[in-house]
Nanobody
Framework: QVQLVESGGGLVQAGGSLRLSCAAS????????TGWFRQAPGKEREFVAT????????YYSDSVKGRFTISRDNAKNAVYLQMNSLKPEDTAVYYC??????????????????????WGQGTQVTVSS
């Protein structure tokens, strides 16, 4: 079992930056691939970014590529999402999620919501125009 807690959301003007954090507890976090998803009002939850357990592989949605950066610090049991050049359409509740990826290579990442086993409660990001 992994418990995930997001933080770092808030209100920011368009063009600004925020850094989201996902703190994990309960298991060795490096065994888990981790992703960020978001859900805007009236819309379905969508994939944003993902990182493998060893931190060596990342993947982004087209809508955030070049603006957002996902990273992790396994010594601190944390994954981060640095969001730059924010746009009003980035407004959403952001969730982190984790999936056990084994004890050895830990090099996979996952982009489908239903592949993830553990979810945080979300943090609100609001970008004003």
């Amino acid at each position: 079992q992994v418990q995930l807690v997001e933080s770092g959301g808030g209100l920011v003007q368009a063009g600004g930056s925020l850094r989201l954090s996902c703190a994990a507890s309960g298991r060795t976090f490096s065994y888990y691939a981790t992703g960020w998803f978001r859900q805007a009002p009236g819309k379905e939850r969508e994939f944003v970014a993902t990182i493998s357990g060893n931190g060596g592989n990342t993947y982004y949605s087209d809508s955030v590529k070049g603006r957002f950066t996902i990273s992790r610090d396994n010594a601190k049991n944390a994954v981060y999402l640095q969001m730059n050049s924010l746009k009003p359409e980035d407004t959403a509740v952001y969730y982190c999620a984790s999936k056990f990826d084994g004890y050895y290579r830990r090099s996979n990442y996952y982009i489908r919501e239903n592949e993830y086993d553990f979810w945080g409660q979300g943090t609100q990001v609001t970008v004003s125009s």
